[in-house]
């Protein structure tokens, strides 16, 4: 598992990426410690974001636009 420093990793950014995706782990290092690290994706471990149209069906109609009530929020914070 290699280690790269953050500067590296900016510059070797489309290369570190390769070596993900062909299975290798990266660890990525801040002044030597290491912060955080790159793994491939388990796609069968993604979760699609779940439908909520039936939600939004069952919800009563805005009184006023959204934009209306962003405004008056704003004019009540003196923004």
Known sequence: MP???VRDTRDQLA???DAVEAGEEVVITRRGTPVARLVPVDA???TPFPDR???R???PP???PAVDVVRTLRE???A
């Open 3 to 5: 280690e790269v420093n």
């Open 15 to 17: 290369r570190l990426l």
């Open 44 to 46: 069968d471990a993604m």
């Open 53 to 55: 149209s039936g939600l």
């Open 57 to 59: 069906a069952t919800l």
């Open 62 to 64: 805005m009184r006023s």
């Open 76 to 78: 009540d914070r003196g």
